[in-house]
């Protein structure tokens, strides 16, 4: 069910801070699975639906597609001010992390158990967005055009290298217009 502004949950700006943090502070490797989980499962702002219509504009966009969801996100339930609180939670702690990490990597980076673990963890975020993709596909609609072109534009960018901006300028009219004349 999608959400009109008069359903949509009132958001304090404090909430959207705390929310992004928690969900960029437990998402080593991966916000994706974390992003859906907190948004959709956990605090029920935004729908299924929503919350992949919301990622596929910005996997669209330039730069990171989860900051690109999380000014979205922020600004569709607290404006302006909503979106800047929820970049700062999502942003702010990591920057601190990295830091940190990076001070430890560099003196403790050549022990083999470091090097074990961060293998393993590598494993777990590649299992973690397998299991996003899975749930993503699973409100997709049940009809045939969507998934030929996820398999013509993985084809395309997974096997053929083809640059994925040639093939997102040819495959998105595409599939706009297919789905334009679906609606007629």
Same mark, same amino acid.
């Given at each position: ?10 958001? @304090? *700006? ?14 080593f490797g991966g916000a994706? /699975? ?13 729908s299924d639906r929503e919350? #992949? ?16 969801? @999380? ?9 302006? @001010?909503? #979106?800047? %609180?929820?970049? #700062?939670? /999502? ?12 001070v430890f990597y560099q003196? /403790?980076?050549?022990?083999?158990? $470091?090097?074990? %673990?961060?293998?393993?963890?590598? *494993?777990? #975020?590649?299992?973690?967005?397998? %299991?996003? $993709? ?40 595409? %599939?706009?217009?297919?789905?334009? *004349?679906? *609606?007629?």
């Amino acid at each position: 069910m999608e959400q009109t502004e008069s359903t949509r949950p009132c958001v @304090t *700006k404090s909430a959207l801070f705390f929310a992004f943090s928690r969900i960029t502070l437990s998402s080593f490797g991966g916000a994706l /699975y974390w992003t859906r989980r907190e948004l959709v499962d956990r605090l029920r702002w935004v729908s299924d639906r929503e919350f #992949a219509e919301l990622l596929t504009i910005g996997q669209l966009l330039p730069g990171p597609n989860v900051l690109n969801l @999380t000014v979205m996100v922020g600004n569709r339930l607290g404006g302006l @001010t909503g #979106a800047a %609180a929820s970049i #700062a939670g /999502y942003l702010g702690w990591p920057v601190l992390v990295v830091i940190c990490m990076g001070v430890f990597y560099q003196h /403790y980076g050549t022990v083999p158990q $470091v090097q074990q %673990a961060l293998a393993g963890m590598s *494993k777990v #975020a590649a299992g973690l967005l397998l %299991a996003t $993709v899975i749930k993503l596909a699973m409100v997709l609609p049940r009809q045939w055009r969507p998934w030929l072109f996820g398999v013509v534009a993985f084809g395309a960018v997974g096997i053929m290298r083809w640059p994925l901006l040639w093939v997102i300028a040819v495959l998105g009219p595409c %599939a706009v217009f297919l789905s334009w *004349k679906a *609606k007629d």
